[in-house]
């Protein structure tokens, strides 16, 4: 079986675990961290005393991104009973982790490598896009999908032409057979049903090669509904 046929979820776990880290012990930690440093969290969370920029960095507050100019010096709008900020980029209600309570994944490869399985527990990222009325999705792609919102801000579609390369590792192999996958998203939506809940489908594609010799293409396709953690 193809090892990327099995979600790659480590990284996103570490860094998750590490900025709530900091989000717990804010009541008496007072951190230091250089401007443009420290990646923002879920929901563009960040330490006491930082806000989330345009960059989707933590920056001292007062501090953002494009310097102190202006009536708030670019510092996102705070809301006075949290730390976190809000914004009125439409792609906001989207930022954050979405984990999938149902649906199904269905994969295949021309090498023979076949998967069902039950999506619950499996998870997308969403962060704000690079350009306004954009999000990121990384699923099968660390870097992230871009998406861009349509049907009223409540959908989001991965805009055409796209390739992200992933490697994958199998190390209950001997040797470990790492094998290299270029996916393109054939379809990729999300569509929001509720401030908290939503709907994912896609069907990505493309070769792949390995380091045992091995080559071909593989097929994943997914559809089931989510809930925002």
Request: proline share 4%; charged share 15%; hydrophobic share 35%.
């Amino acid at each position: 079986m193809r090892a990327l046929l099995r979600r790659r979820t480590d990284g996103m776990l570490l860094v998750t675990v590490v900025v709530l880290g900091g989000a717990v012990g804010s009541c008496t930690y007072s951190p230091d961290f250089a401007n443009d440093k420290l990646v923002c969290g879920p929901a563009m969370a960040c330490p006491k005393g930082y806000a989330c920029a345009t960059d989707n960095k933590c920056w001292k507050i007062g501090e953002t991104l494009g310097g102190a100019g202006g009536s708030d010096g670019g510092t996102p709008h705070m809301d006075a009973s949290s730390d976190v900020p809000t914004s009125n980029d439409p792609g906001q209600g989207f930022v954050g982790t979405w984990t999938f309570s149902g649906g199904t994944l269905d994969a295949t490869c021309t090498d023979g490598s076949v998967l069902h399985r039950a999506l619950t527990g499996d998870y997308i990222v969403m962060k704000l896009g690079t350009v306004a009325a954009t999000v990121l999705a990384q699923y099968y792609c660390d870097t992230g999908w871009t998406m861009q919102l349509s049907g009223g801000d409540t959908m989001a579609v991965a805009t055409s032409n796209q390739k992200c390369t992933e490697k994958t590792t199998d190390s209950t192999v001997t040797p470990a057979v790492t094998t290299t996958y270029t996916w393109s998203a054939v379809v990729f939506t999300f569509t929001k049903t509720a401030a908290q809940a939503g709907m994912s489908t896609g069907h990505f594609m493309g070769p792949f090669s390995a380091t045992d010799g091995t080559s071909g293409s593989c097929d994943v396709m997914f559809t089931g509904p989510m809930t925002k953690n």
